[in-house]
């Protein structure tokens, strides 16, 4: 299983940014998929996440309203689209897969419910 996180880069702050990650070796269309950030000096935490067999969503306080996540699963891929950044946004935002059985909604947002990652992408949100 492979998960290629791409999309990120310079924005300014109040900008918006698309991240991808698209994945290989899945059936894809039932695995939870999930996005966390880890901004330097500080843990991994969970961003948002996408169930795909029950197509909910699941979204960090701070980032409510300003982020949504997407999937295609035809192409294996799942996207956050980031708007209104701050910036502490800025962070290595990674993607995680999490395969059926997948975690109950209560555990989604742990890290150690994702069996595989991705490599992580930098945003960095300065003017």
Do not use: H
């Amino acid at each position: 299983v492979q998960l290629q996180a791409s999309g990120g880069g310079l924005v300014q702050p109040g900008g918006s940014m698309r991240l991808s990650c698209a994945t290989s070796g899945r059936a894809f269309r039932s695995d939870t998929m999930g996005w966390f950030r880890q901004a330097p000096g500080k843990e991994r935490e969970f961003v948002a996440a996408s169930r795909g067999s029950l197509f909910s969503t699941y979204f960090a306080d701070s980032v409510k309203g300003r982020f949504s996540i997407s999937r295609d699963n035809a192409k294996s891929t799942v996207y956050l689209q980031m708007n209104s950044l701050k910036p502490e946004d800025t962070a290595v935002y990674y993607c995680a897969l999490d395969p059926p059985p997948t975690a109950i909604a209560g555990r989604i947002s742990d890290a150690v419910s994702y069996d595989y990652w991705g490599q992580g992408t930098l945003v960095t949100v300065s003017s």
